[in-house]
């Protein structure tokens, strides 16, 4: 991704992408020297508004010295991955502010100008709010209800609430359940890949052992064709 440009503006989008960092979010920070430019990984500590932007000093035990890289003043590069319908990297510009030592090490930086992204998936989805129920798939068992957001003919990504009591495993095999307009069943089987948790949500990535073309003609019922 090329270095970013200052343009004036952000759209409701852009904000809202930027406002899906929570405490906590895993960050690459971009930072330059007079000799060398490289890339740390830092986290997102918060923001005061469109006031400012905090993070949490790089690790220098890790990273090594950065204090010729971060200073007041200097512009820095932020990337993260944005793991909502879209699945994209996320990055733009801001310049330190203030640095705080105690009682934590902080970068206050400057509220970005503009964003870019880039999507990680490399095949469309298409977006969706579909309830399904999911199964286990060795004993035919319901697991629980679920969301599903988006759908490609590879895999999907459904939603459980985080009080939910049941909910998938990692690399567990699952059937999911879904009803077209006509009320008839289809069901796609697939294994839960990896999972991501805000606030109230856990969210799972599910790669579909079901074969492209039965995908197809599901999401063509469901009216949810990708291309």
Same mark, same amino acid.
């Given at each position: ?6 343009? @004036? ?5 852009? !904000? ?10 895993? /960050? ?41 890289? /971060? ?18 990297? /996320? ?22 100008? @503009? ?20 199964? $286990?798939?060795? $004993? ?53 890949? $990896? ?8 969210? !799972? ?23």
């Amino acid at each position: 991704m090329a270095i970013l440009q200052d343009t @004036s503006g952000l759209t409701n989008e852009d !904000f809202r992408k930027i406002r899906m960092m929570r405490p906590g979010t895993p /960050i690459d920070l971009q930072v330059t020297s007079a000799s060398n430019t490289k890339r740390v990984r830092t986290e997102f500590v918060g923001m005061d508004g469109t006031r400012c932007m905090i993070i949490r000093f790089p690790d220098e035990s890790k990273w090594g010295s950065l204090r010729e890289s /971060i200073f007041t003043d200097k512009n820095l590069i932020i990337r993260y991955i944005l793991e909502d319908d879209a699945g994209e990297i /996320i990055a733009f510009k801001v310049k330190v502010t203030l640095i705080l030592t105690k009682p934590s090490h902080l970068i206050f930086t400057s509220f970005p100008l @503009s964003i870019q992204s880039h999507d990680l998936r490399a095949e469309p989805r298409a977006q969706t709010r579909t309830l399904v129920i999911l199964r $286990n798939a060795e $004993n035919n068992m319901d697991i629980t209800q679920c969301l599903v957001r988006d759908i490609s003919l590879k895999g999907c990504r459904i939603s459980i609430e985080k009080n939910s009591v049941s909910r998938p495993s990692l690399k567990q095999d699952v059937v999911m359940k879904f009803t077209d307009a006509n009320g008839d069943e289809l069901l796609l089987k697939g294994t839960v890949m $990896n999972s991501k948790t805000d606030e109230v949500t856990v969210f !799972f990535g599910i790669k579909f052992e079901t074969p492209e073309d039965e995908v197809a003609l599901l999401l063509q019922k469901m009216m949810l064709a990708t291309s």
